[in-house]
């Protein structure tokens, strides 16, 4: 796989869900993470698509991140890119799918596995996915590992799309890495 490219890049935001979080270990670094994630791809110009699922009964997308996506795709089965929808949302010229979400032994796995069997090449998050149990998010990461899905970090990500220091919004995108989601949010706001 070669680098991330924003414009040849799309980020999905998998089940961050309100009634999922208690049970979600470290939770928040994976929100936080999220969220610079998102802020950079609305910097830089990357389309953002989220997931729900079963939206009924777990919930909508958690505070932190609600309205951050282009499109919210409902769903129910594990997988995303199954019937919900979602891989109509996706272009081919974006092939490069930047998965953060929960749980990342199930609908990150099952997600990743079948976007890549559709053709398109998942990145997954490390520090923006999270599960129930640490070993399961471990779990998950060494078989997506072993099927040959990259495993990156947020700030890999960002500075990836960014490419150059001399990039027009590198000084925002670093302080988002640097400050942190809502404190670089405001100064883009202020910017």
């Known amino acids: 796989m070669r680098m991330l490219d924003a414009a040849r890049s799309t980020l999905l935001l998998v089940d961050f869900q309100a009634r999922l979080m208690p049970a979600i270990s470290g939770a928040a670094a994976a929100i936080a993470n999220a969220q610079r994630l998102a802020a950079a791809a609305h910097l830089l110009g990357v389309p953002i698509l989220a997931t729900e699922q ?3 009964g777990l919930g909508g997308t958690v505070d932190e991140l609600a309205g951050r996506a282009d499109t919210t795709v409902a769903k129910t089965s594990f997988d995303a890119s199954a019937g919900t929808g979602l891989t109509g949302l996706l272009s081919p010229d974006r092939a490069s799918i930047v998965v953060a979400g929960w749980e990342a032994h199930v609908c ?5 596995l079948g976007l890549a069997a559709k053709g398109f ?3 997954i998050v490390q520090d923006a996915v999270a599960s129930r149990r ?3 998010k471990a779990g998950a990461l060494q078989r997506l590992a072993h099927h040959r899905i990259e495993i990156v970090t947020t700030e890999m990500v960002v ?3 960014l490419r150059d220091c001399t990039h027009p919004a ?3 995108a670093l302080a988002l890495v640097k400050d942190g989601p809502r404190e670089a949010i405001g100064f883009l706001r202020r910017g």
């Open 54 to 56: 079963n939206p009924a």
């Open 134 to 136: 640490p070993e399961s």
């Open 108 to 112: 990150v796995l099952q997600t990743a």
């Open 159 to 161: 500075f990836e799309w």
């Open 121 to 123: 090449a998942p990145v």
């Open 170 to 172: 590198f000084r925002e």
